[in-house]
């Protein structure tokens, strides 16, 4: 009866009011619930007085759970902390209150931000400071809803809380005046706007307990026209700005994790009540909501317009899902029919943002195109420089001045568009930003950036695939693997695309990504096919590198015919002395030699250090990897005193050509550790062991060949 009763007569109850029913339902005393939740009786009797409220919808959540709450129950409880019935209950603390906008009953998360601005605003009033805080970020990242929240959430500690929409001169104007009513200024009703802003400076100066949050600014310097140079109150302010100077600290807001962005999905869908938590999730609403939550990559405004569409059109998350799939331009122009505070969607936010760089700067609207087609979080500035002889007659021309491209990047830094890493010299965009900015491309637009990408990515990536150029291959390898989707996607087919595709198979391939390697591989040689033919010098080291790709997986068959062209094309282009044809003979001769076909493996070991020999010297590295191959051929037939001096002579060469730490140091050293230990010379055998683990793992960490040494040094030990 007595839970019948609290539910009718609920919309006349505030926050406290809720507390004390539904304590006195469960027979508790004010010290009896504090206990329970680990907190002091006082807190629970500034509750009930309606003195304060819960900071987190956790402490809520934990509340409802201790008072066996139903979920209706639990709903009202939220209704009651975040949507109180009078002004007095909603702020009791605050004697004005200007926020125009309801607490957001969706608000997820954030805890860690909201504490961190609530310490460095109380940090500053206590040591008499007198600096404004910027929550700082990308449109659509959750800016206002923060600084919403930071309002309701701490409100108590204000007498006066002021809310101005700093957007345009009219709405602060606007704001400036009914904060003059409020106060009861003499200026209140001048035509004066100096006069104006000038009394309420002055008034900020004179007053102390007050917050003021300026939303949306765009202009820094309005600032430093409306605040005194000291004061006793707290400024927060939203912005897209990222280069805020001396007139305020910057607290950049990052996207949503992925527990976050979860939860904050399947509450807006309605899927879950507003003070539930993922563990109260469905199993299969948890997992299309995460998925949907990456796609999205953590946008709040994206993830708050897709949960309006499931909760209006009353789809599931799945079929969402399929529908952004083939429907994204659509949905992300898309903004549910209830009002709210933010009206627009990220396709319309961020397509009046593109519109003001392109009027205020084109090379900066082109940086970003650019910029649309990479890999997003991990764009190499010397990308731009580098490649600006392919980044098309408004970007190529600022490209090549370090200081015309320092201004296109601050244009879009000035709307958190873009971010910028000094240290590591990388630029950062948003999946969405790149999105959003593709689909106002036409067709023939978008293929022709991802020509440019390709083209500049091609002209950044090493030329040579060795050792000493690994650093830069690493660096670029993100935008290389990015440049391969673009190639199969508008099915690029120019030369350098299958240059680009082959080096980076050859990369990955030296790390023992086989799996990465061969489509890049397999794409490459049919575009030299198609584009060079079947004969070309180009294509047989294009097939020698697949053929022994498929040697490592153990795909002989479709190796050994490869293996054959390559020589073939060799020795018919380049003539039968040629080190190419070397080089291609070994390939063959360690098919045969893994298959056990030492007869036929040998002869073309043989010929190849011939070749190498004459055409190269005998110092040469590449005589050194075929003496290396005839080494292993006779040890594995327990040859071992004819393997002994080719293992020998062939670490000689590479140490003295490529240095002590290269990996083909490491393999030399590995085959010749093996060859003494089969010959159970260990103390040989165990030192070469150690340097060729030291080698490899500071070299290739993630290489098959480091188990092998591993396994092989295990083995050796328990011998």
Not at 54 to 71: D, S, Y
Not at 124 to 150: N, V
Not at 680 to 699: G, K, M, V
């Amino acid at each position: 009866m007595g839970q019948e009763k609290i539910q009718q007569t609920h919309e006349r109850y505030t926050f406290g009011e809720f507390v004390r029913q539904f304590r006195v339902r469960e027979h508790f005393s004010q010290q009896t619930l504090a206990m329970r939740l680990g907190i002091h009786r006082n807190t629970i009797a500034r509750w009930e007085q309606g003195d304060y409220l819960p900071k987190t919808r956790g402490a809520l959540h934990e509340l409802a759970q201790t008072l066996g709450l139903n979920e209706q129950e639990s709903t009202q409880l939220l209704e009651a902390a975040f949507f109180p019935k009078d002004e007095c209950a909603d702020h009791p603390a605050a004697a004005i209150w200007t926020v125009p906008y309801p607490r957001n009953a969706f608000f997820t998360g954030r805890d860690e931000l909201l504490h961190k601005v609530h310490t460095r605003l109380g940090r500053d009033h206590t040591m008499a400071l007198t600096q404004s805080w910027a929550i700082s970020g990308l449109g659509g990242i959750g800016k206002t809803q923060i600084a919403l929240e930071y309002a309701y959430r701490y409100r108590h500690e204000y007498r006066f809380v002021f809310w101005m929409s700093a957007a345009t001169q009219e709405t602060l104007l606007a704001s400036l005046v009914r904060i003059a009513e409020l106060m009861h200024l003499p200026e209140q009703d001048t035509h004066d706007h100096t006069r104006l802003i000038r009394a309420v400076k002055a008034w900020f100066a004179s007053q102390q307990q007050w917050l003021l949050i300026l939303d949306n600014v765009e202009d820094i310097a309005v600032l430093q026209s409306l605040l005194p140079t000291e004061h006793a109150g707290h400024v927060l302010l939203t912005t897209r700005v990222q280069a805020l100077g001396a007139l305020a600290q910057r607290i950049e807001v990052q996207t949503m994790g992925v527990a976050e962005a979860t939860l904050f999905l399947l509450r807006r869908a309605r899927l879950l009540a507003p003070l539930a938590l993922l563990d109260q999730a469905r199993h299969a609403h948890l997992d299309a909501a995460e998925t949907l939550a990456i796609e999205m990559d953590f946008l709040p405004l994206a993830l708050d317009q897709a949960g309006a569409y499931i909760e209006e059109v009353g789809c599931s998350l799945s079929t969402y899902l399929d529908r952004y799939r083939t429907h994204r331009k659509e949905l992300l122009k898309r903004r549910g029919h209830v009002p709210d505070d933010h009206p627009e969607s990220v396709a319309t936010t961020w397509s009046l943002s593109f519109q003001k760089i392109e009027q205020t700067n084109p090379a900066a609207a082109e940086l970003l195109r650019f910029c649309a087609f990479l890999d997003p979080d991990t764009i190499p500035e010397e990308l731009i420089n580098e490649g600006s002889a392919h980044l098309g007659p408004i970007l190529g021309l600022v490209a090549t001045d370090a200081l015309k491209v320092d201004d296109a990047i601050q244009e879009l830094r000035a709307f958190s568009l873009i971010q910028r890493d000094p240290d590591a010299q990388i630029l950062r965009v948003h999946r969405l930003v790149q999105a959003v900015l593709k689909d106002t491309m036409h067709p023939e637009e978008q293929s022709q950036w991802a020509e440019r990408v390709v083209q500049a990515t091609n002209a950044l990536f090493p030329n040579t695939v060795e050792f000493a150029t690994w650093p830069r291959c690493r660096r670029v390898l993100p935008q290389a693997q990015a440049c391969s989707v673009l190639i199969q996607a508008h099915a690029l087919a120019f030369p350098e695309a299958a240059s680009l595709l082959y080096r980076t198979a050859c990369y990955v391939d030296d790390f023992g990504l086989y799996e990465q390697a061969e489509p890049l591989l397999q794409h490459a040689v049919r575009l030299w096919e198609h584009a060079l033919g079947l004969e070309h010098p180009t294509m047989a080291h294009a097939l020698t590198r697949l053929a022994q790709l498929y040697r490592e997986q153990g795909k002989y068959k479709h190796a050994e015919p490869l293996h054959q062209q390559a020589v073939r094309i060799q020795e018919h282009e380049m003539g039968p002395e040629h080190p190419d044809v070397a080089t291609a003979l070994n390939g063959l001769a360690v098919l045969y030699q893994v298959q056990a076909k030492y007869e036929q493996a040998e002869p073309l070991h043989q010929r190849a250090v011939r070749i190498q020999e004459h055409a190269l010297g005998s110092e040469h590295p590449d005589v050194a990897l075929s003496l290396n191959h005839l080494a292993t051929l006779f040890a594995i037939q327990g040859k071992y005193e004819q393997a002994e001096p080719f293992y020998q002579r062939a670490l000689s060469i590479w140490e003295q050509a490529l240095g002590l730490e290269h990996p083909d140091v490491a393999a030399s050293l590995h085959a010749l550790a093996t060859l003494y230990r089969d010959q159970h010379n260990y103390e040989r055998a165990e030192p070469l062991y150690q340097r060729a683990l030291h080698i490899r793992e500071h070299s290739q960490p993630h290489h098959p060949d480091l188990a092998t040494l591993f396994f092989d040094v295990a083995a050796f030990e328990h011998a």
